[in-house]
């Protein structure tokens, strides 16, 4: 598609509940991110996937985030046992480039979704 | 601990003046910085960046400084439009790590 495409755009979970939000990245996109910005904060690092391989998940709080990308493609990131810390905007973003930041041009830029506000009650 | 910082969670300026953010950062490693913007309910865009190896970067409206030996890196919009205004984010980034956002700096532009 034309840009990063995430669902569900708002999720209300009661606490203890899992969810589930996806990521359709930008298509051929090489890298993905998923990022937590909590209200009032910039976006925070989750973890990294380069094709389907998750090369850096240094930024899951807990082992209760899990996130996998199976074909290279889509993302999905799952909290189990959702708290109320959880409550946050979850972005993710792709760029076409397989390193992960490098120099600035059009391959390696991140584009980001809209993002899952996701609200545990 | 937080390696990159925005002091000022929110600016106003007037239409037609100019605007300044600013942003340091605590880690020399850093090869990489970018500006971000975001409108409310999308995600952050891309604005301009600059590599270490440069002071300055020019993109229209929008030009960054980047002081390497004060860690500290100002994004200028002249001049200021109404359009302009939404939440500003800097980045940081070595080139073989993940990009490191700060607060944010909300700019609001009136008439």
């Known amino acids: 598609g034309a840009g990063v495409s995430q669902s569900p755009r708002y999720k209300v979970a009661k606490r203890g509940q899992d969810v589930a939000l996806r990521c359709d990245p930008i298509s051929g996109h090489v890298s993905l991110f998923w990022y937590q910005q909590a209200l009032g904060q910039g976006p925070e690092f989750l973890t990294y996937f380069q094709n389907e391989a998750q090369l850096d998940k240094s930024g899951l709080p807990s082992d209760r985030f899990f996130a996998e990308r199976p074909e290279g493609s889509v993302s999905t990131l799952k909290i189990q046992r959702t708290q109320q810390e959880d409550s946050a905007v979850y972005l993710c973003?792709?760029?076409?480039?397989?390193?992960?930041?490098?120099?600035?041009?059009?391959?390696?830029?991140?584009?980001f979704g809209a993002g899952s506000r996701l609200t545990v009650l | 601990d937080q390696q990159v910082k925005q002091n000022s969670p929110s600016l106003s300026v007037q239409e037609g003046r100019i605007s300044i953010l600013n942003c340091d950062y605590t880690n020399s490693m850093f090869d990489y910085f970018l500006w971000y913007k975001k409108y409310p309910a999308e995600g952050p865009t891309f604005l301009i960046s600059?590599?270490?190896?440069?002071d300055k970067n020019e993109d229209g409206r929008f030009t960054v400084f980047l002081n390497k030996s004060a860690k500290h890196l100002s994004l200028h919009i002249v001049p200021s439009q109404p359009g302009d205004s939404a939440v500003y984010f800097c980045a940081a980034a070595t080139y073989t790590d993940k990009l490191i956002f700060g607060t944010g700096t909300r700019l609001q532009v009136f008439p």
């Open positions: 973003a792709s760029s076409l480039a397989s390193n992960v930041a490098g120099p600035s041009s059009g391959a390696n830029v991140l584009t």
């Open positions: 600059i590599s270490s190896i440069k």
